[in-house]
C-alpha cells in the first residue's frame, strides 16, 4: 500500500496542478500570480516525488512523462466542438514570411542550414572537448551533446533570418572561431 | 486585470520563424514521419518480440551456472560456422521472462539468436519478423550502416530544430495552452491539434529528436570529438568511451571462467540483475568476456564489467557510477526509447510518440489547408501525404501477416511494393480525405487479421506467453480505433468535405 503512496500523490499533484494552471490561463485575475505559481510548484513536487519513488535518475523523466501525459488527457477533456462554418474567411493570424524565391537563395539556405551549421557545430564541440577544464569523458560527453544542440539552433535561425547574407557571414565568422579555439 | 508576464513577441519574428518552421517541416515531413512511427513501434521491443515467438517457455530465473553452460554451447555452434566474434547469453529479465543466445559474424554482420530454456537448452532460432524490419528501418533505413545513420541523425537534428522554431513561432503559447477546438475550419482544427501536443509534451519532443540525432551522429560526432581531443590517439579514444580494449592474440586458449566473475559482481551490487554475459574471441589467447548489470535506479540499461582472458576483472565503462559523461552517453539509448521505469513509462512513450508522429503529419494538412485558404490548393500532395501516412502502418502489417505464415519474401522490396500500392487509392479516390479513409478501412482489417491469425497460428502449439494476448488486445484496440475515427460524427468530417478551409491559427 505504502509502494503506492508516491506515485499516487504525484498523479494527483500533477492533476491538481495542470487544473490551476488553467485556471490560471483561462481567466485573468488578481489570482493569476498565485494560481500560477502554486501550479508549478505542483508539478515540480510531483516530479520530485516521483524522483524519490524511483530515483532522481530514472524518477526525474518518468515525473515530466507523466507530467505530459496527464495534461494531454487534462486538455482531451476541454475540447471545444465547433459547427461546421462555410461563411468567409476571418481575419488571419500570422503566416510565414514571404521571401523572394530565387534558386540561388534556396540553395544558400540549405547549405547554411545543413553543411555549414554543421561544420560550426562540430567545431565547438571540438572546441570544448579540447578545451574544457574537466576529464576525458566528460569533455567528450559535453562536446558531443552540444554538437546536435548548435546545429539544430543554426538551422533555426538560418531558415528563419529573412537577411541570407547576414546569416552566412554570422556563421562563417562563428565557424572560423570555434575551429581557431579548439586548434590554437 | 493583471498584465501578462510574457512579453508579447513581434509579429515579424514569428512571421520568420514560421518561415523557416514551415521550410524545415516540409523538407523532411516524409523522414521525419517515418522515424517517428517506427519509433514508436520500438517503445514495445521487448513485447513484440515476445508477440514473435509466444510459445517459448517462460523463465523468471537462471543460475550463473547455466548461463555459462549456454556460452559453452554457443561457442560450440559459432565454432562450427567458423566464427568466435561475439557470443552473448541474456539470461530471462522482467520484460523478455525467456533466456536467448545470440552469436554474431563481425566480418559479415551476421547473427543469429536462439531461444533458450530454463535448464541452458537450445529451442531453435528466434523466430524475426515485422519487428526486425521496424527496427532497421528506424535505426538505418535499411541503407549501409553509416549512411543510414548519419540521415537518420540528421532528421534528428531537423525535428530538433522544427521543435525549437515552432515553439518560437508560437506567440500566445501560454494563453492558447488549454484551447483545443474539433470541427470549424480545417486550418484552425489541425493548427490546435499539432500546437496542443506540441507544447504540453515538449520535453519529450526535446529528448526524442535530441538523443536520435546523437545516436544516429554518433560515429560522426564522437569519432571527431576523440580523434580530436586525443590528438589522433584513436585506441585511448575507444578506451574512454568504449571501456578496456584487449589486445587480438588468436593462439588458442581454454575459456574462462565466468560462473566467478558473475558472482562477484552481483555479490558488489547485490540490488542488480543480470542483463547479459557476452564473450568476445572466445577461445583466443586475447578472448575477453564483459559481464552487464541492470541497476534498477539507473537510467543506463547496464553497467558493463570487462574481464580479460584469465577472468581478472579489466574495468567498466563507468555507465553506473564513472564519470557524469560517460552515465549521460549510457542514457541516451533508454531516454530515446523509454526504456526506463517499467510499462507505465513504456505506455507513456507509446502515447506521445503516437503524439509526435500525429503532429508531424498534422503539420504537413496545416500547410495543405493554408494552400486551400489563399487559393493556391495542392489536391495531389494532400493524396499523396495520405497515402503515405497510412501507407507506412499498413505496410509494417503487411510484413507482420507474412512472416506470421513464414513467407519469407525480400523485405525491402515488399516494403517499397505496399507503399507504393497505398497510393493506388490517391488516383482513384475521388477526393483527397477519401484517400485516407479507404486506408484507414485497409489497416482497420489488418490490425483485426493480425491477432486473428496469430492466434490461429500459434494456438495449437500453446502460447505460453501472456504478452502475446496483451499485444493482440492491443491490435483488436487499435484496429477499433482506426476503424471507428472514420464512423466519428466529429465536425470535422463533415466540415472537410463541404466547406472550404478559411481560418488560420
Same mark, same amino acid.
Request: charged letters at 15%; a positive charge.
Given at each position: 500500500?505504502?509502494?503506492?503512496?508516491?506515485?499516487?500523490?504525484?498523479?494527483?499533484?500533477?492533476?491538481?496542478?495542470?487544473?490551476?494552471?488553467?485556471?490560471?490561463?483561462?481567466?485573468?485575475?488578481?489570482?493569476?500570480?498565485?494560481? /500560477? =505559481?502554486?501550479?508549478? #510548484?505542483?508539478? *515540480?513536487?510531483?516530479?520530485?516525488?516521483? &524522483?524519490?519513488? $524511483? +530515483?532522481?535518475?530514472?524518477?526525474?523523466?518518468?515525473?515530466?512523462?507523466?507530467?505530459?501525459?496527464?495534461?494531454?488527457?487534462?486538455l482531451a477533456t476541454h475540447v471545444r466542438w465547433r459547427e461546421?462554418?462555410?461563411?468567409?474567411?476571418?481575419?488571419?493570424?500570422?503566416?510565414?514570411?514571404?521571401?523572394?524565391?530565387?534558386?540561388?537563395?534556396?540553395?544558400?539556405?540549405?547549405?547554411?542550414?545543413?553543411? /555549414? =551549421?554543421?561544420?560550426? #557545430?562540430?567545431? *565547438?564541440?571540438?572546441?570544448?572537448?579540447? &578545451?574544457?577544464? $574537466? +576529464?576525458?569523458?566528460?569533455?567528450?560527453?559535453?562536446?558531443?551533446?552540444?554538437?546536435?544542440?548548435?546545429?539544430?539552433?543554426?538551422?533555426?535561425?538560418?531558415?528563419?533570418?529573412?537577411?541570407?547574407?547576414?546569416?552566412?557571414?554570422?556563421?562563417?565568422?562563428?565557424?572560423?572561431?570555434?575551429?581557431?579555439?579548439?586548434?590554437? | 486585470?493583471?498584465?501578462?508576464?510574457?512579453?508579447?513577441?513581434?509579429?515579424?519574428?514569428?512571421?520568420?520563424?514560421?518561415?523557416?518552421?514551415?521550410?524545415?517541416?516540409?523538407?523532411?515531413?516524409?523522414?521525419?514521419?517515418?522515424?517517428?512511427?517506427?519509433?514508436?513501434?520500438?517503445?514495445?521491443?521487448?513485447?513484440?518480440?515476445?508477440?514473435?515467438?509466444?510459445?517459448?517457455?517462460?523463465?523468471?530465473?537462471?543460475?550463473?551456472?547455466?548461463?555459462?553452460?549456454?556460452?559453452?554451447?554457443?561457442?560450440?555452434?559459432?565454432?562450427?560456422?567458423?566464427?568466435?566474434?561475439?557470443?552473448?547469453?541474456?539470461?530471462?529479465?522482467?520484460?523478455?521472462?525467456?533466456?536467448?543466445?545470440?552469436?554474431?559474424?563481425?566480418?559479415?554482420?551476421?547473427?543469429?539468436?536462439?531461444?533458450?530454456?530454463?535448464?541452458?537448452?537450445?529451442?531453435?532460432?528466434?523466430?524475426?519478423?515485422?519487428?526486425?524490419?521496424?527496427?532497421?528501418?528506424?535505426?538505418?533505413?535499411?541503407?549501409?550502416?553509416?549512411?543510414?545513420?548519419?540521415?537518420?541523425?540528421?532528421?534528428?537534428?531537423?525535428?530538433?530544430?522544427?521543435?525549437?522554431?515552432?515553439?518560437?513561432?508560437?506567440?500566445?503559447?501560454?494563453?492558447?495552452?488549454?484551447?483545443?477546438?474539433?470541427?470549424?475550419?480545417?486550418?484552425?482544427?489541425?493548427?490546435?491539434?499539432?500546437?496542443?501536443?506540441?507544447?504540453?509534451?515538449?520535453?519529450?519532443?526535446?529528448?526524442?529528436?535530441?538523443?536520435?540525432?546523437?545516436?544516429?551522429?554518433?560515429?560522426?560526432?564522437?569519432?571527431?570529438?576523440?580523434?580530436?581531443?586525443?590528438?589522433?590517439?584513436?585506441?585511448?579514444?575507444?578506451?574512454?568511451?568504449?571501456?578496456?580494449?584487449f589486445a587480438e592474440d588468436p593462439a588458442p586458449a581454454p575459456?574462462?571462467?565466468?560462473?566467478?566473475?558473475?558472482?562477484?559482481?552481483?555479490?558488489?551490487?547485490?540490488?542488480?540483475?543480470?542483463?547479459?554475459?557476452?564473450?568476445?574471441?572466445?577461445?583466443?589467447?586475447?578472448?575477453?568476456?564483459?559481464?552487464?548489470?541492470?541497476?534498477?535506479?539507473?537510467?543506463?540499461?547496464?553497467?558493463?564489467?570487462?574481464?580479460?582472458?584469465?577472468?581478472?576483472?579489466?574495468?567498466?565503462?563507468?555507465?553506473?557510477?564513472?564519470?557524469?559523461?560517460?552515465q549521460l552517453i549510457a542514457a541516451l539509448g533508454p531516454l530515446?526509447?523509454?526504456?526506463?521505469?517499467?510499462?507505465?513509462?513504456?505506455?507513456?512513450?507509446?502515447?506521445?510518440?503516437?503524439?509526435?508522429?500525429?503532429?508531424?503529419?498534422?503539420?504537413?494538412?496545416?500547410?495543405?489547408?493554408?494552400?486551400?485558404?489563399?487559393?493556391?490548393?495542392?489536391?495531389?500532395?494532400?493524396?499523396?501525404?495520405?497515402?503515405?501516412?497510412?501507407?507506412?502502418?499498413?505496410?509494417?502489417?503487411?510484413?507482420?501477416?507474412?512472416?506470421?505464415?513464414?513467407?519469407?519474401?525480400?523485405?525491402?522490396?515488399?516494403?517499397?511494393?505496399?507503399?507504393?500500392?497505398?497510393?493506388?487509392?490517391?488516383?482513384?479516390?475521388?477526393?483527397?480525405?477519401?484517400?485516407?479513409?479507404?486506408?484507414?478501412?485497409?489497416?482497420?482489417?489488418?490490425?483485426?487479421?493480425?491477432?486473428?491469425?496469430?492466434?490461429?497460428?500459434?494456438?495449437?502449439?500453446?502460447?505460453?506467453?501472456?504478452?502475446?494476448?496483451?499485444?493482440?488486445?492491443?491490435?483488436?484496440?487499435?484496429?477499433?480505433?482506426?476503424?471507428?475515427?472514420?464512423?466519428?460524427?466529429?465536425?470535422?468530417?463533415?466540415?472537410?468535405?463541404?466547406?472550404?478551409?478559411?481560418?488560420?491559427?
Amino acid at each position: 500500500m505504502t509502494g503506492l503512496l508516491l506515485p499516487v500523490a504525484a498523479l494527483a499533484l500533477s492533476g491538481a496542478g495542470i487544473a490551476a494552471l488553467r485556471q490560471a490561463w483561462d481567466k485573468r485575475t488578481r489570482w493569476t500570480p498565485w494560481l /500560477l =505559481s502554486a501550479g508549478w #510548484a505542483a508539478c *515540480a513536487l510531483a516530479v520530485a516525488l516521483c &524522483g524519490a519513488w $524511483l +530515483g532522481a535518475e530514472v524518477g526525474i523523466p518518468a515525473g515530466i512523462t507523466l507530467f505530459s501525459i496527464v495534461a494531454l488527457a487534462v486538455l482531451a477533456t476541454h475540447v471545444r466542438w465547433r459547427e461546421v462554418r462555410s461563411g468567409p474567411a476571418r481575419a488571419s493570424a500570422t503566416d510565414p514570411s514571404d521571401r523572394p524565391s530565387r534558386l540561388w537563395r534556396g540553395v544558400i539556405r540549405v547549405l547554411l542550414a545543413g553543411p /555549414l =551549421s554543421g561544420l560550426a #557545430a562540430v567545431g *565547438a564541440g571540438v572546441a570544448l572537448a579540447k &578545451g574544457l577544464p $574537466l +576529464g576525458e569523458a566528460d569533455r567528450i560527453a559535453i562536446g558531443g551533446l552540444t554538437v546536435p544542440l548548435l546545429w539544430a539552433g543554426g538551422m533555426v535561425w538560418t531558415l528563419a533570418d529573412d537577411r541570407i547574407l547576414r546569416a552566412l557571414a554570422v556563421l562563417i565568422l562563428s565557424s572560423i572561431a570555434a575551429y581557431t579555439a579548439a586548434f590554437i | 486585470m493583471t498584465k501578462p508576464i510574457w512579453p508579447k513577441i513581434p509579429a515579424r519574428f514569428v512571421s520568420s520563424m514560421l518561415a523557416g518552421h514551415s521550410a524545415l517541416g516540409l523538407a523532411f515531413a516524409a523522414l521525419m514521419y517515418v522515424l517517428c512511427i517506427s519509433g514508436t513501434l520500438l517503445v514495445p521491443t521487448a513485447e513484440l518480440a515476445r508477440w514473435e515467438n509466444p510459445t517459448v517457455p517462460i523463465t523468471t530465473h537462471m543460475p550463473p551456472a547455466t548461463i555459462a553452460r549456454m556460452l559453452e554451447t554457443g561457442v560450440q555452434i559459432a565454432a562450427e560456422q567458423g566464427i568466435n566474434d561475439y557470443i552473448v547469453a541474456t539470461p530471462p529479465a522482467a520484460d523478455a521472462p525467456y533466456a536467448s543466445l545470440r552469436i554474431m559474424d563481425f566480418t559479415t554482420g551476421a547473427e543469429t539468436i536462439y531461444n533458450v530454456d530454463g535448464q541452458g537448452n537450445l529451442l531453435g532460432e528466434r523466430r524475426e519478423g515485422a519487428l526486425h524490419f521496424i527496427e532497421h528501418l528506424h535505426i538505418n533505413l535499411h541503407m549501409p550502416q553509416m549512411i543510414g545513420l548519419t540521415l537518420v541523425g540528421l532528421a534528428g537534428v531537423a525535428l530538433l530544430a522544427s521543435v525549437v522554431s515552432g515553439t518560437l513561432s508560437h506567440p500566445r503559447i501560454f494563453r492558447d495552452a488549454f484551447t483545443f477546438r474539433r470541427g470549424g475550419s480545417r486550418r484552425l482544427q489541425e493548427a490546435d491539434l499539432h500546437n496542443r501536443l506540441s507544447v504540453w509534451a515538449l520535453p519529450f519532443h526535446i529528448a526524442v529528436p535530441f538523443t536520435g540525432a546523437l545516436l544516429g551522429l554518433s560515429a560522426i560526432i564522437l569519432g571527431t570529438l576523440a580523434m580530436a581531443a586525443f590528438d589522433g590517439d584513436m585506441s585511448r579514444a575507444r578506451a574512454t568511451i568504449g571501456g578496456p580494449v584487449f589486445a587480438e592474440d588468436p593462439a588458442p586458449a581454454p575459456l574462462p571462467q565466468i560462473v566467478p566473475a558473475i558472482e562477484s559482481a552481483l555479490a558488489k551490487h547485490p540490488e542488480a540483475r543480470l542483463q547479459r554475459v557476452a564473450l568476445y574471441k572466445a577461445g583466443e589467447k586475447g578472448q575477453s568476456f564483459l559481464v552487464a548489470l541492470h541497476m534498477p535506479r539507473d537510467l543506463t540499461l547496464s553497467e558493463q564489467y570487462f574481464y580479460d582472458g584469465e577472468g581478472n576483472l579489466a574495468g567498466s565503462r563507468g555507465f553506473a557510477d564513472g564519470p557524469a559523461g560517460a552515465q549521460l552517453i549510457a542514457a541516451l539509448g533508454p531516454l530515446h526509447f523509454g526504456w526506463f521505469g517499467g510499462w507505465p513509462v513504456k505506455i507513456a512513450y507509446v502515447l506521445l510518440g503516437l503524439g509526435l508522429t500525429a503532429i508531424i503529419s498534422t503539420g504537413v494538412t496545416i500547410w495543405i489547408a493554408r494552400r486551400k485558404d489563399k487559393g493556391k490548393p495542392v489536391p495531389g500532395w494532400e493524396r499523396a501525404w495520405y497515402a503515405l501516412v497510412w501507407g507506412q502502418p499498413i505496410s509494417y502489417c503487411a510484413i507482420a501477416l507474412t512472416s506470421l505464415f513464414g513467407l519469407h519474401l525480400p523485405e525491402i522490396p515488399f516494403y517499397l511494393g505496399v507503399c507504393l500500392l497505398a497510393f493506388v487509392p490517391a488516383f482513384l479516390a475521388p477526393a483527397p480525405l477519401a484517400v485516407s479513409r479507404y486506408l484507414r478501412i485497409v489497416l482497420g482489417l489488418m490490425l483485426i487479421a493480425l491477432p486473428v491469425l496469430h492466434a490461429l497460428r500459434y494456438a495449437p502449439e500453446g502460447i505460453t506467453d501472456p504478452a502475446a494476448w496483451i499485444v493482440n488486445a492491443s491490435l483488436l484496440l487499435s484496429a477499433a480505433l482506426v476503424l471507428g475515427s472514420i464512423r466519428l460524427p466529429w465536425p470535422t468530417r463533415k466540415f472537410a468535405e463541404h466547406a472550404p478551409a478559411i481560418d488560420s491559427r
